[in-house]
């Protein structure tokens, strides 16, 4: 296990492509952007530079500052610090928790520095967010805590950073845009956990979904794309993210709740072997590699084990695990490492016993998500937008027969007894949803 | 998915050590052994004849009998016959179900026949067996039900054949030792769904203690010892017997209780890729792997994807899955693949915040286990008995420091900067206990 730390200094250019077209057509945004990061820089390095210097002193000066690494490490006897002193005996608060009913109170959220701005040398905004929220945080002078040097200080910090901040919570009258959370903390101490380097990609460039960067583009701004190359090189950047965020917590969810429901119908969870003698089944690439002068194979499914967990009467089990398909394919329906939800029961007298299983618990796992994960889903349709899932409570049923009926009456030539192809699955999946 | 079917019909033989020590020593074990088992041969060739040659006719012969595969098939219309006719309309009952407070009520049950004891030609016993739990039926020749011909054909039924049975609950005075239920089942119906061949091992054999095999041959009387490799080379034999139903259970909760606990703490579950391109950490064999032209190792750990996780926000993560370590260890110690329960978390403080989750973790999992694993600890430590685990609902904590004294107190002489190496860590595990 380990401690919070800075992601590697990764520093890789964001992809060329993005970045020519954001040279070419630019202007105004990228002078904007190239003006708030000059801002940016000169602010740290004035900041370092006090701080080196002409540290603040009296009282306001406790109320913020960087936390020195000797004061966070978990020692019996840590050298005690104005942070330590400040947040001694608080609990902190998720972001995600600020609402209108802790109004007036004084909290600690700690989080990243998603933005920050300021309004003359008196005031400045900084956005902090934990996780999938964000709430608007400000500094503004106040002769009994905030000075001119803290709000400098909170200025000066860069985006990522991780920050304590103390302060009260308030509820504006207007709507607040920037921040997932409806509620402003008037900050009274701010003291920055971890500098954060400059990072390869921004997370407001990450974020960015295709609709912004067409809309924009017929504006005449162009703003960077981030590909995928450049995502993969930034992975700990790139998954903070609030789409990828709330695509890892629906993934988890998913898995949760087939688990769940699986349990309740009396299956029983199994780890089968990844590492096998020969090939799971035919019809898939293998992966081979030598075990300890044997030749072996990684399970192309957990097939073979599931059976004979059936024939060992378990009766029903499940697994939730890797599955390896060494197939040069590249279409999106392949992946030669994936993880599979794998079922397998014995039935009692007919096989529409596993389909009323199945039916089930992809109604269930439908249900409990539109409940559970419903910030989720919103977070990831505001950068890749979807159609919510339409489902019956009861799924319909048809045979094969029927199917192959529905298809040669919207003039799809098919052969009755062969196996459907991708572009009539598709075709009946249309047909079916029109009906 | 597929449907409950025999298991291969494996022909090895019962490890010979074991035969050898019985065929020296047997004697009215083996006697006794041989003389039911032909028996049991007369009786089947008996009943194999007797179905093609006079079948019985009347009403009475509905009762009984193999159902043909036909009518077994899952196609709309099912050829019908005398089980489809018993059975329609009806649900079954589990045999762990089966209980003093369904007396005198009619109830349909399958399992796998465990044992049949026939008592003279009108009355014989079958225990049924589905997956942890037996009951013991009987089959008594009744005007109005059961016929002779039909306690023949439950005589004749081969031990790990699938039955239904229709009968009537009754509760006996005295207590059933053979079976896990405290009702017997008064048979009305009996039907043979599949028939199974004679299995390469026994569960009674595969079932039995070292203390039970110790014990008889104190008395004179050598019981046969089913091998390890037997044991896996019949696995899909070997997983029936109480103890193995009993750790897959065991197993399948630690998973759940594990994951509930987590997800309960605001931890997000994640699926680490098991290919990739370097070692995950050093101290530890790897596999190898062509991965189409490249090199390609198995995850020693899934340790830098949780740590990923980490620095991109999640806060706290964990994994259940397969874990690959290519060493050439032959300790009780060392698997080349197991399944990991992985736990990573970032820290607002302190390092303790680690251990008071994990402190809480286990302790809600021995909790969880004594509570809703009963049935299956009791079968475990039937066959391999183990003393119950005994913990604190607060973990003993020990510096290092305090450890290496306890261990010095004791006259073992260690580092006091070192590593403890297993002895040690054995030893002081010991002194905790006693403690």
Known sequence: MSTESEPPKVQEEVDSSSQSISKKAAKKEAAKKAKEERRKEAEAAASAASALSIEEEGPLANNYGDVPLQELQSV????TGKWSEAVSGREWTEVGALNGSLKDQEVLIRGRVHTTRPVGNKLAFVVVRERVSTVQCLATVKPDSVSKEMVRFVRSLSNESIVDVIGVVSVPDVEIKGATQQV???IKKL????R???TPITIEDASRSEAEIEKASKEGVQLPRVNQDTRLNNRVIDIRTLANQGIFRIQSQVGNI???FLLSENFVEIHTPKLIAGSSEGGSAVFRLDYKGQSACLAQSPQLHKQMSICGDFGRVF???PVFRAEDSYTHRHLCEFTGLDVEMEIKKHYSEVM???DCLFVTIFDSLN??????LEAVAKQYPFEPLKYKPKTLRLTFEEGVQMLKDAGVEIDPLGDLNTESERKLGQLVLEK
């Open 76 to 79: 019996n006897d840590p050298q």
């Open 184 to 186: 402003e903390v008037q």
């Open 191 to 194: 003291y920055c956990v971890s």
């Open 196 to 198: 954060a380097a400059k």
């Open 258 to 260: 087939f688990r769940q």
């Open 319 to 321: 697994e939730t695990g």
């Open 356 to 358: 009323d299983i199945v």
């Open 371 to 376: 409940n559970v994960c419903k910030k989720e």
